[in-house]
């Protein structure tokens, strides 16, 4: 399966840059969205210089009115093929801290959760009209574990996870596919500022390649790097209760 108009999601750093100059080659249109407008502009560079057209945009995926009518637009200039809803919002809570603020919250839950269910229901209705398209929704491996260290993460990504999951069921029958990633430790900004150790870590660079290939076989539930999946299919065989007493050390 190859793709000829993608859209990406925080494009300016780390995984969604990483993808969008791995998919930059001639005859290729990107759609390259985050907030900021210069690390965004030199992403773009980079792949107009591998021969892909670029366009940009700069804006906050919470401010949803906004990025309803971007998709919209998109989709109408260049019918997607590929939409990478990648933009995500990371970070730990400080061990002597006992909740994160309603603000904070608000946020965790708007970019992680809110956001890519909003942007995958814009772009389902014109890719099942056309009875074509691939959905990808970016979530993480925490979306398996009740993570103590990162409350509002884990559980923004495991909704996302679950809407992943009823959404593929929902849009197959229309042909358009819905693909969960679910990344272990990946070399970027985001994990870079964890204090927590990073096992298995793969660069931003590795990731996009291992996403790409699985995407292009079609694969709705992807986790990486390898070791990851191990650890996921081993945790369901161990009881929770020794899982959640693991975890309570962090
Ligand atoms: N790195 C890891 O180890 C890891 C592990 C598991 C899952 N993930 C997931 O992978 C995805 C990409 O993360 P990353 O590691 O590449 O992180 P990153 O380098 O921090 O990049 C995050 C991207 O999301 C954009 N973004 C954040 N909040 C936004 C908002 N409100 N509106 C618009 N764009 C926003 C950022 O835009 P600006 O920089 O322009 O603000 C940036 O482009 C996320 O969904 C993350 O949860 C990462």
């Avoid at 309603?102 to 890719?127: D, K, Q, S, Y």
Wanted: glycine share 8%.
């Amino acid at each position: 399966m190859t793709f000829a108009s993608i859209l990406i999601t925080g494009a300016s750093s780390g995984i969604g840059a990483a993808l969008a100059r791995h998919y930059a080659a001639p005859g290729k249109i990107l759609n390259l969205w985050g907030r900021d407008g210069d690390r965004l502009a030199a992403v773009a560079e980079e792949c107009r210089a591998r021969g892909a057209t670029v366009v940009t945009r700069a804006f906050d995926v919470t401010e949803y009115s906004k990025f309803v009518i971007a998709l919209e637009e998109a989709d109408a200039a260049h019918p997607l093929d590929l939409a990478i809803f990648n933009a995500g919002l990371g970070g730990s809570l400080p061990k002597d801290r006992v909740g994160q603020d309603a603000r904070h919250a608000e946020l965790m839950a708007g970019v992680n959760f809110t956001a890519p269910c909003i942007g995958a229901n814009v772009v389902a209705g014109p890719m099942a009209a056309r009875k074509k398209g691939h959905i990808v929704l970016v979530g993480s491996v925490a979306a398996a574990f009740p993570l103590p260290m990162a409350p509002l993460y884990s559980g923004s990504k495991a909704g996302l996870e679950m809407f992943a999951q009823a959404l593929s069921l929902r849009l197959r029958r229309h042909g358009v596919a819905v693909t969960l990633v679910a990344p272990g430790f990946i070399d970027t900004p985001m994990s870079q500022s964890l204090n927590e150790p990073r096992p298995f870590l793969i660069s931003a660079d590795q990731a996009a390649a291992i996403i790409a290939r699985r995407l292009a076989k079609g694969r709705r539930h992807i986790v990486l790097p390898w070791q990851f999946s191990m650890i996921l299919g081993l945790s369901k065989l161990v009881p929770r209760a020794v899982v959640r007493a693991i975890l309570s050390v962090f």
